[in-house]
């Protein structure tokens, strides 16, 4: 048997819809270096794979199967499901941390929302979580509360130039440029 | 259209992509427009990657524009906006040209930007840098490194991770700082950036310690190649373990990789496995438990710890956990069955498991534990399920029970009863064969069960809705029908398919009835004219064809000839018939066509020969039994190549010989033996040796590899002097040149007396050798070189290379049948650490039989009963049985030969490693 010493663990994750679709698919491959795998270059064979993939999953709910080489963990929502692959000699359980890692990342961002709806609406902090978590193939992050933190909110609205500071210090600083003038009025008369 | 396609999109039930072109355009408007709106552009962002994370790509031109305008917000100090920015940039960077021009904006964020997104930062860096421009970033990535911020360092050593295939030599100058991270205590900023309302449970801890993980894994790539420094780093875990179960899984992996490197470290390395296998984190145990397992060196005890840890993870609530502690064991149960019988009540209670994955796996790790006491009531409980699972599931469990009834011929009545039942039962098509094909091995390999198998198989034909199937079973019952003491029962069954079934059905029964006229028996002969002669009015050219030419073959004078052709007795080994015709089909010399495909270049089996094969591969231990049928096909492949490699080498070396006129004299090639080491893997100069036997002569190949990068090797030769002046060197063919890290072979050659003769030969390598220019990659003109010897180990010619392996359904009756008995007695000296097991295995490989009844897996630590089976280059019979007892003094050895050459089993018994 041979020892996985790289740290090049997840090969894929993949958001489905409940008909098949991709919301999501990254391919994870290092970087800097030159992989000959089909499964990588070509779109056409990453469809068919989800598309099996994804008949001999749904609503099923058996959180894990090996598929074509490679052990897969999942988890199934509503109308999404969620996946993450490794290699066949991969720890099973450690594939599956960084998948929970993730979902509980998704809860916490997208109040519980788990839904085709709500991802979609919500896109960039679905990306952002993924990215949290795994970077191209090595594990980031599996604790969902550390990962969820990394994730920011989307800036509220485009207000120009003007910035009005609503927390406690702002409006310190309002009073206290309020008393200031004041003061200074006052010592004025 | 795009504003149409564009407002399909905001509708998110339609699950309908963004217009390109639309989020192209959007993008570059927004991108470059002044100021900048932050949320807005942190939506049209989120579009962007929508569009790459469906799969959509940009031409490059587009994308470099792209990565262009989005470089402008780094303008915008937006956080949220700059993380989202980082992303798409690392996105980008893979389709896009004049990356580098992000370099400057990213060093200023990594050196005075926000905490929020300075990891991200960091990891973008390593996408925009290559080989040549890291080294602008080396301050800045150290100072990452030791970063008290966890992120920030996780960020900073996974760069650099990424880093590695350019940038080796620079990622090795921070170390010390990657050592230092593994050890330190980094805690995560008290204000994490981000809150949400929705924390639920989980609460924001303090620190996860994940970057341990990170450091562990750059620095065992930074010093992957040195042992010792591997050693100490190893060694300090001994004082201050691990905080992060990945790290940990993978610090286990690295302990694993060196043990089965060195397999003296087993022990010194134990001293860590019991404190993992009571990890609380299952990844831990199951990690540490699949090492211990999956390594050969562990004591018995030691394997019980881990099969402990496993039983208890086997009633875990996680499927996932229960699925990987019954994948372990499933696998070691096809080497060790009685290992894991301990787990089997656990096993029992996973047979309903709702993961039907786990279920399987308990089910054929039950079956392979199965011994001849509880085969019985194992094949009782599943005939009890067998109708809940699925068709798939139940093809998994047949090939298990296959396979347990070859190890246990002496229960093959039980388990043709089980396979009777299912073939009756409702099921497709490849469900069915499965099970015909398992009845076909059982009635193959087991002779005492043929009669009750081949019974079988003629009732299920009286009712068989497939014609695929019915043609192989009339096609084994004319193979096997005639060696029965009551042939005339087929008979009646074959023909009744005559009269019922389609044409297809009608040929093959045809040629299966023409051959239970070979028998002998005139009366029978008689009958089955009779039967022919009626087929020849059939309504179908094929049937007739058939039927007119058995009879032909029957009516001539020679009945001989008429065996040969109706009853062949060998083979062509399909797998390379195969490869052959595709080489020749596939040539793009269109000369190669003058000739017709010669039909000799492929070796043939003689029945037993193929019979020896097909066990082999049946009884081998598959690694993976495949649980999901998508991928068996290909695992099938795998291990076809797997089992006719050897044949296809002996083809290979045939070859070989065949361009060599000296050797080609010699005539056909009878034996080759497997390389034997004559070196460590790790020297200068790998040699091993393969050895030829020929009518009357030994080749010895010696194939050389320099290993070294700036030597080149001439006149390479090989002094070899044999031990007995039997053997005496005809010729030596030495390699000329044998350039830095380049192979090459050496032949030898001897002429071998008549009988059979052991002997050993001392061997010395002699060569020149010259320094390579590494300019030019040759050596220097003037370069004269010096002669040198290097000298290594002895090889012997042993009993095991003038003996074939070879298959025996009975061999208590092989046994019986030669006589020449010889035996010996040896002290083999200590148990190795491999156990009797290791024993067993190198008895086999050096003795070059076949081991019968499954007596190749070791059951008992004390004691075992080994019985093999092989036949001599000329075709005389070996068997041997071969008793070992361990105990304190040394492991006893009982030699038993018997043969019908008397001189072999006298070499046989007394030849000891």
Redesign the interface.
């Known amino acids: 048997m041979t020892f996985e010493t790289s740290l090049y663990t997840i090969k894929s994750a993949i958001i489905l819809d409940n008909e098949g679709k991709r919301l999501f698919a990254k391919y994870y491959k290092a970087p800097h270096s030159e992989v000959n795998d089909e499964l990588l270059s070509s779109e056409k064979k990453q469809i068919a794979f989800e598309s099996s993939l994804f008949k001999k999953t749904h609503k099923l709910n058996t959180d894990i199967i090996l598929f074509e080489n490679q052990i897969v963990v999942y988890r199934e929502f509503a109308d999404v499901i969620i996946y993450m692959t490794g290699d066949l000699n991969e720890n099973e359980t450690l594939l599956y941390n960084v998948l929970q890692g993730f979902i509980g990342a998704l809860e916490i961002v997208l109040r519980n929302q788990l839904d085709k709806k709500s991802m979609q609406e919500n896109y960039d902090l679905v990306v952002l979580a993924i990215d949290e978590t795994v970077d191209d193939g090595i594990i980031l992050e599996t604790d969902p509360s550390v990962i969820a933190s990394r994730v920011t909110k989307a800036p509220t609205e485009d207000v120009t130039n003007i910035k009005i500071d609503l927390s406690e210090k702002g409006f310190f600083n309002a009073l206290n440029f309020a008393k200031k003038n004041i003061s200074d009025r006052l010592q004025a008369l | 259209m795009s504003t149409h396609s564009y407002k399909k999109f905001e509708d998110?039930?339609s699950?309908a992509l963004p217009d390109k072109m639309t989020v192209y355009q959007e993008c570059l408007q927004a991108f470059n427009a002044s100021?900048v709106?932050?949320?807005?552009c942190?939506?049209l962002?989120?579009?962007l990657?929508?569009l790459l994370?469906?799969?959509e790509t940009f031409p490059r031109v587009e994308a470099t524009n792209m990565f262009f305008s989005i470089s402008k917000l780094f303008h915008h100090n937006?956080?949220?906006?700059r993380?989202?920015v980082y992303?798409a940039t690392?996105e980008l960077?893979?389709i896009s040209d004049d990356i580098l021009m992000a370099t400057a904006s990213i060093m200023k964020d990594i050196q005075n930007g926000e905490i929020?997104y300075k990891?991200?930062a960091v990891?973008t860096l390593?996408?925009v840098l290559?080989g040549t421009t890291i080294h602008a970033a080396e301050r800045a990535m150290r100072n990452c490194v030791v970063d008290k911020n966890p992120?920030v360092s996780?960020?900073a050593l996974?760069s650099s991770?990424?880093?590695?295939?350019?940038a080796k030599d620079v990622v090795k100058r921070w170390t010390n700082e990657t050592q230092e991270a593994i050890t330190s205590n980094k805690s995560?900023p008290d204000s994490?950036?981000?809150?949400?309302?929705?924390?639920?449970n989980?609460?924001?801890?303090s620190t996860?310690y994940?970057y341990q993980?990170?450091a562990l894994?750059?620095l065992?790539q930074l010093r992957n190649h040195d042992k010792m420094a591997l050693m100490k780093m190893i060694q300090q875990f001994d004082s201050q373990p691990l905080r992060s179960?990945?790290a940990t899984?993978?610090l286990i992996?690295?302990v694993?990789?060196l043990i089965?490197e060195d397999g003296d470290l087993t022990q010194p390395l134990w001293r860590f496995f019991p404190v993992w296998l009571k990890n609380k984190s299952?990844?831990v145990e199951?990690?540490a438990a699949?090492?211990i397992l999956?390594l050969p060196k562990f004591t018995s005890d030691q394997q019980m710890q881990a099969i402990g840890t496993l039983q208890v993870l086997l009633s875990v609530p996680?499927?996932?956990?229960r699925?990987?502690a019954v994948?372990i064991l499933n696998r070691i149960a096809m080497k060790n069955p009685q290992k894991i019988m301990v787990c089997n009540i656990e096993l029992e209670g996973m047979i309903n498991d709702?993961?039907?994955?786990v279920s399987t796996y308990a089910i054929t790790t039950l079956l392979k534990t199965g011994n001849s006491e509880n085969v019985d009531r194992l094949v009782k409980t599943i005939s009890g399920f067998m109708d809940d699972i699925s068709d798939e599931f139940k093809i998994i469990v047949i090939d298990a029970i296959r396979t347990l009834s070859l190890k246990f011929p002496e229960k093959h009545k039980s388990m043709l009863n089980f396979l009777n039942d299912v073939l009756r039962d409702e099921g497709g098509f490849v469900f069915k064969n499965a099970i015909i094909e398992a009845i076909f091995d059982i009635s193959k390999f087991i002779p005492s069960s043929r009669e009750l198998a081949l019974e079988m198989l003629c009732e299920f034909i009286e009712d068989c809705e497939y014609t695929e199937l019915a043609v192989r079973v009339l096609h084994l019952l004319g193979d096997e029908g005639p060696k029965t003491s009551n042939p005339t029962l087929y008979i009646r069954h074959i023909y009744n398919r005559v009269v019922l079934e389609n044409s297809i059905v009608r040929s093959s029964a045809v040629i299966a009835l023409s051959k239970f006229a070979l028998i002998g028996d005139e009366s029978i002969t008689k009958s089955i004219k009779v039967l022919l002669e009626r087929c020849l009015q059939d309504v179908d050219d094929e049937v007739r064809d058939r039927a007119a030419l058995s009879l032909k073959l029957l009516s001539t004078k020679d009945i001989e000839q008429a065996k040969n052709f109706i009853t062949p007795t060998f083979k062509y080994s399909l797998p390379i018939l195969e490869q052959q015709l595709s080489l020749y089909v596939k040539s793009n010399d269109k000369s190669s066509f003058e000739y017709p495909f010669d039909i000799k270049t492929i070796p043939t089996m003689t029945e037993e020969e193929a019979k020896t094969a097909e066990f082999k591969e049946k009884t081998t231990v598959y690694d993976?039994s495949s649980?999901?049928v998508?991928?068996s096909k290909?695992d099938k492949e795998e291990k076809l190549n797997e089992s006719t490699k050897e044949a296809m080498l002996q083809q290979q070396y045939s070859h070989d010989f065949a361009a060599i006129p000296e050797i080609a004299a010699y005539g056909t090639l009878l034996h080759s033996s497997v390389a034997v080491e004559l070196t460590e893997k790790e020297t200068e100069f790998v040699v091993t040796a393969v050895k030829h036997i020929f009518e009357n002569h030994v080749v010895i190949q010696y194939n050389i590899e320099n290993t070294l990068t700036d030597i080149q090797l001439e006149d390479v030769s090989v002094v070899s002097l044999p031990e007995v002046d039997d053997y005496s060197e005809e010729f030596l063919m030495p390699i000329d040149v044998l350039k830095p890290q380049t192979k090459g072979s050496i032949y030898v050659s001897f002429t071998r007396p008549e009988s059979i003769e052991t002997s050993s030969f001392t061997n010395t390598l002699s060569y020149t050798s010259k320094d390579i220019d590494p300019s030019t990659g040759e050596p220097a003109d003037e370069e004269e070189g010096f002669p040198d010897e290097y000298q290594i180990e002895d090889l012997s010619i042993t009993p095991g290379d003038f003996i074939i392996p070879s298959f025996t359904g009975n061999f208590t009756l092989a046994w019986d049948d030669l006589d020449n008995e010889e035996s010996a007695v040896f002290n083999l000296g200590d148990v190795p650490s491999g156990g009797l097991q290791e024993v067993v295995d190198r008895l086999i490989k050096t003795l070059s039989m076949m081991a019968c009844e499954s007596t190749d897996i070791v059951s008992a630590s004390a004691s075992h009963v080994l019985k093999l089976y092989g036949k001599s280059i000329h075709g005389e019979k070996i068997a041997a049985i071969i008793r070992l007892a361990a105990s304190s003094k040394g492991i006893m050895m009982k030699n038993q030969v018997r043969s019908s050459d008397a001189n072999l089993s006298e070499l046989v018994a007394n030849h000891i490693e």
């Open positions: 998110s039930d699950g100021p709106q932050a949320k807005r942190r939506l962002l989120s579009r990657l929508r994370y469906a799969g937006d956080a949220s906006l993380q989202l992303l690392k960077c893979a929020v990891p991200n990891r390593a996408r290559d992120n996780s960020a996974v991770y990424h880093l590695l295939p350019v995560f994490q950036y981000s809150t949400h309302e929705h924390y639920g989980n609460k924001l801890l996860t994940t993980y990170h894994g750059l065992y179960s990945l899984v993978q992996r690295y694993g990789q089965e299952d990844m199951l990690e699949k090492t999956s996680r499927t996932v956990t699925f990987a994948r709702s993961n039907r994955s993976e649980i999901h998508d991928s290909k």
